[in-house]
């Protein structure tokens, strides 16, 4: 009964990131695209949009705004992801880069927080295609990206071997790191100097400066990456002023989330 259940969960939540792929859809394109039946499609449909997951217009079928409180609850929820997002403002102000705050969820790089600068969007970066003003909540291979190496980086070789085992190194750019051996040897350089590099491995033209981000306890809340054109990150100001100014912004927040902890917990 119990993995029935579970099933059934796993098809509503597969319906809506489908829908939200495919940019709203209607019943025949989803039981086309899912291989589910109709009927079956159907029921979980009429399931979500009583609930508020769903809506329709016309015959097409969209996320809902129930979402939205959810999402939100969740980048709140914690207090250092306040702090992270008030950073990465500060930090693109001062630096007129895009900037992002990355956690790792299921293996993956989840997108928390961002500040654009109106000159580094790529349209063929997967943030900036989307018809959103924000991208929060887009997911990234760890492995293509500074802030998924500099998480990556602090993790045991069995929890990477995991990722990697359910994730694989999919190509994003000739660029992207598709060995296994050689990513581990670049995540322990990336561990013994504390920077994260991707040069043009998740879009060409575009480069990135990451750095993780620690909970009091020493584990790791995220990373946070400093992103713009390869004709701007350049020299020295890409392999050493863009590292050292972001290595000083999360020294300074990671002492504003242990300052938090402290008040929250005495």
Request: glycine fraction near 6%; avoid cysteine.
């Amino acid at each position: 009964m119990g993995n029935q259940i579970a099933k059934t969960t796993v098809r509503s939540l597969s319906i809506v990131d489908t829908i939200q792929r495919l940019d709203g859809a209607t019943l025949d394109e989803l039981t086309a695209e899912l291989g589910m039946a109709r009927s079956t499609v159907h029921i979980h449909l009429r399931t979500l949009i009583d609930q508020g997951y769903l809506t329709k217009e016309g015959e097409v079928y969209h996320v809902g705004l129930r979402f939205l409180n959810h999402g939100e609850y969740a980048r709140s929820r914690k207090q250092a992801y306040v702090l992270a997002e008030e950073t990465v403002a500060n930090l693109s102000d001062q630096i007129d880069e895009e900037v992002e705050f990355v956690v790792e969820n299921n293996g993956r790089g989840i997108l928390v927080h961002e500040s654009f600068h109106p000159d580094s969007q790529f349209d063929s970066k997967d943030s900036h295609t989307s018809k959103s003003i924000t991208s929060a909540g887009i997911y990234y291979y760890l492995h293509s990206v500074a802030t998924g190496k500099a998480i990556l980086a602090e993790y045991p070789r069995e929890r990477i071997d995991e990722i990697l085992d359910r994730w694989g190194l999919r190509e994003q750019t000739e660029k992207t790191i598709t060995d296994r051996d050689s990513l581990f040897e670049t995540l322990d350089t990336i561990e013994k100097r504390g920077i994260a590099f991707a040069d043009e491995e998740y879009v060409d033209g575009l480069r990135e400066v990451g750095r993780r981000v620690k909970n009091p306890d020493g584990s790791v809340l995220g990373a946070i990456a400093v992103i713009g054109p390869t004709y701007r990150f350049q020299n020295e100001r890409f392999t050493k002023e863009i590292p050292d100014l972001l290595e000083e912004y999360v020294a300074s927040l990671e002492k504003e989330i242990e300052e938090a902890y402290r008040e929250e917990h005495f």
